[in-house]
């Protein structure tokens, strides 16, 4: 569906929207909000590679090259998020996917950026403003200080893998070349440069691990 069909099924369901909320209160505002969503998620769902039965986007996210993004069933992307898969920067080509599991919710304001692949399993829970990013601007090295950050080249250290059932928290941040594995737990305000194994539970800058859930008998034993 093109973008100006988009904007007027938008502009219209925000029209209803205000009405019915300044009339109907709170509780209706946020029905409608849903709604709202529901339509936009409608209209977008062909943009995507692939977007699952009950997957949904807030009308506020931003799609930067959402062909290369992937949406399992029932998936959720809260508003204001950013979700961007660059194909090419600064004249390089890049073949990027972002790859977002059944039941999996990221929650709002966050921003997932790709140039190789960030895959998101099922069942994944975020908090507020979390950022996973397989890439950044240039390498640290003495030989890019007179280019400006922009117009850097894009590097990626390798993908960034979040397997089934974690839970990242608010403000974290998930650097290039990082597996998060099965059920681990991310806390708050981490930043995660190395890989958290399993059933684990991750804080700190960088973050490190703090409880092995799988051996310390909340959970089943570790294999």
């Known amino acids: 569906m093109k973008r100006p069909l988009v904007a007027l099924l938008d502009l219209v369901a925000w029209a209803c929207g205000?009405?019915?909320?300044?009339?109907?209160?709170?509780r209706m505002r946020q029905r409608v909000s849903n709604f709202r969503n529901k339509v936009h998620s409608h209209a977008v769902a062909g943009e995507f590679r692939?977007?699952?039965p009950?997957?949904?986007?807030?009308?506020?996210?931003?799609?930067?090259?959402?062909?290369?993004?992937s949406m399992g069933r029932g998936a959720s992307v809260g508003a204001r998020t950013v979700l961007s898969a660059w194909?090419?920067?600064e004249g390089a080509p890049f073949t990027p996917e972002i790859l977002i599991?059944?039941?999996t919710s990221i929650g709002a304001e966050c921003h997932m950026t790709a140039i190789t692949t960030i895959?998101?399993?099922?069942g994944v829970l975020t908090g507020k403003k979390v950022t996973v990013t397989d890439n950044s601007h240039g390498p640290a090295s003495a030989d890019q200080i007179d280019i400006p950050p922009a117009r850097r080249r894009l590097v990626s250290k390798g993908p960034v893998i979040i397997e089934d059932n974690v839970w990242i928290g608010?403000?974290?941040?998930?650097?290039?070349g990082v597996r998060i594995g099965r059920g681990a737990i991310i806390a708050a305000n981490s930043v995660v440069t190395t890989d958290i194994p399993a059933g684990c539970v991750a804080?700190?800058?960088p973050a490190r691990v703090v409880r092995d859930m799988l051996s310390s008998g909340a959970g089943p034993t570790r294999q």
Do not use: H, W
């Open 101 to 103: 599991g059944e039941g």
């Open 87 to 89: 194909d090419q920067y």
């Open 54 to 69: 009950g997957a949904s986007v807030a009308r506020d996210v931003v799609l930067i090259n959402p062909r290369y993004i």
């Open 50 to 52: 692939r977007f699952g």
């Open 18 to 26: 205000t009405i019915i909320g300044a009339v109907y209160g709170v």
């Open 203 to 205: 804080a700190g800058i």
């Open 170 to 176: 608010d403000k974290a941040t998930i650097l290039p």
């Open 119 to 122: 895959s998101i399993g099922q």
